[in-house]
T-cell receptor
């Protein structure tokens, strides 16, 4: 079963606008990661935030993590048409040394030129 | 190209047939993962290898599924007696030994269609 949910399920914006996606999860985590998936292709790692971090930046990406609310957000600033993709959060769990990543259902982002 | 590679990229088969997929991880990545992704969903974990040892298996991996990594390099995922519900994208990922965090590098996937 999936760990949690991304919100919204779909987002359509104009080029140059900011896009914000949210992720909620259910159990204790070591870290939370965001991945991008272009249509029908594999996943590309974007950014990782550890459970003891609250905010992290990478280029046009900003990630926040609130462990008390079990939620994270991904902000893409100054969006481009090339940012059109599905975005997934994935959690690395603390339990029993498991290696698996648990993914949400994703947010489908469309950036219109 | 030094990324994770998967073969074939697409597979169409009839119900009841057996299929086998191959994954070649990034060189010197000793950890290898298989995930399954159905339409509109995120990837779901199937199994994990450290070198040749299969250390973790999901309950999703029914007895019709078997994965191997005999020499600790490439891996194969076999599905026997395929069912229409097996139609999905099968993703392989790898990561290096000694990495401090569980960041996984994904291949392009094999899309399976069972008719």
């Amino acid at each position: 079963s999936q760990q949690g949910e991304e919100d919204p399920q779909a987002l359509s914006i104009q080029e140059g606008e900011n896009a914000t996606m949210n992720c909620s999860y259910k159990t204790s985590i070591n870290n939370l990661q965001w991945y991008r998936q272009n249509s029908g292709r594999g996943l590309v790692h974007l950014i990782l935030i550890r459970s003891n971090e609250r905010e992290k930046h990478s280029g046009r990406l900003r990630v926040t993590l609130d462990t008390s609310k079990k939620s994270s957000s991904l902000l893409i600033t100054a969006s481009r048409a090339a940012d059109t993709a599905s975005y997934f959060c994935a959690t690395a769990l603390t339990q029993g040394g498991s290696e698996k990543l648990v993914f949400g259902k994703g947010t489908k982002l469309t950036v219109n030129p | 190209d030094t990324g994770v590679s998967q073969d074939p990229r697409h597979k169409i088969t009839k119900r009841g047939q057996n299929v086998t997929f191959r994954c070649d991880p990034i060189s010197e990545h000793n950890r290898l993962y298989w995930y399954r992704q159905t339409l509109g969903q995120g990837p779901e974990f199937l199994t994990y290898f450290q070198n040749e040892a299969q250390l973790e298996k999901s309950r999703l991996l029914s007895d019709r599924f078997s994965a191997e990594r005999p020499k600790g390099s490439f891996s194969t995922l076999e599905i026997q007696r395929t069912e229409q519900g097996d139609s999905a994208m099968y993703l392989c990922a790898s990561r290096p030994q000694g990495a401090k965090v569980n960041e996984q590098f994904f291949g392009p996937g094999t899309r399976l269609t069972v008719l």
